[in-house]
T-cell receptor, first 114, second 113 residues
Framework: DGGITQSPKYLFRKEGQNVTLSCEQN?????MYWYRQDPGQGLRLIYY???????QKGDIAEGYSVSREKKESFPLTVTSAQKNPTAFYLC?????????????FGAGTRLSVL | QQQVKQSPQSLIVQKGGISIINCAYE??????FPWYQQFPGKGPALLIA?????SEKKEGRFTISFNKSAKQFSLHIMDSQPGDSATYFC????????????FGTGTRLKVLA
């Protein structure tokens, strides 16, 4: 079954704690993305990666970090520097072929602050 | 220049009616315009997409109309059904380059039975 798997589905963070959200894809896609979704604000890009061991900041990267050690994995760490982390986090991937600029999304992780 | 403006924010339509959601963009370098459908607690899924070399694309009850000169595109849902109740996002990107999407702010559609 091909797709994008995000885990956990729900996550709670204590103040001052770093938490890591997992994103794995078996679609053999080159590019992977992390978005944050807040009510009424659409999807905002946090980080993206087009190749292993390389990634770029999106529009709201402050307080977040990522790694891309394997093509199929793109974990997101929400650090203690992110003062308002409560949101729905979505991971996506795309093949980066000229005629196939389609992003496929995982089911999301809902992060809340305790 | 990188924004995509989407309207309305919410929409209520009777079953069998036509739902229309509009988006406008500024950057003329955008050349790929997808629409995504998202149900509560789920990730968005691609519904339909268009490139600027055509003015309309239809897939079943869903149609995208594209006006290149006005830099606007819209989603029409014909014969709207309660199962269409979801949030819809438009987006714009450049097929060449970074492949990043710029998303609209979303439209919450409710179709009344």
């Amino acid at each position: 079954d091909g797709g994008i798997t995000q885990s956990p589905k729900y996550l709670f963070r204590k103040e001052g704690q770093n938490v890591t959200l997992s994103c794995e894809q078996n679609l053999n896609h080159d590019a992977m993305y992390w978005y944050r979704q807040d009510p009424g604000q659409g999807l905002r890009l946090i980080y993206y990666s087009q190749i292993v061991n390389d990634f770029q900041k999106g529009d709201i990267a402050e307080g977040y970090s990522v790694s891309r050690e394997k093509k199929e994995s793109f974990p997101l760490t929400v650090t203690s520097a992110q003062k308002n982390p409560t949101a729905f986090y979505l991971c996506a991937s795309s093949p980066m072929a000229l005629a196939k600029n389609i992003q496929y999304f995982g089911a999301g992780t809902r992060l809340s602050v305790l | 220049q990188q924004q995509v403006k989407q309207s309305p924010q919410s929409l209520i339509v009777q079953k069998g009616g036509i739902s229309i959601i509009n988006c406008a963009y500024e950057n003329t370098a955008f050349d790929y315009f997808p629409w995504y459908q998202q149900f509560p607690g789920k990730g968005p899924a691609l519904l339909i997409a268009i490139r600027p070399d055509v003015s309309e694309k239809k897939e079943g009850r869903f149609t995208i109309s594209f006006n290149k000169s006005a830099k606007q595109f819209s989603l029409h849902i014909m014969d709207s059904q309660p199962g269409d109740s979801a949030t819809y996002f438009c987006a714009a990107s450049m097929v060449s380059g970074t492949y990043k999407y710029i998303f609209g702010t979303g439209t919450r559609l409710k179709v009344l039975a």
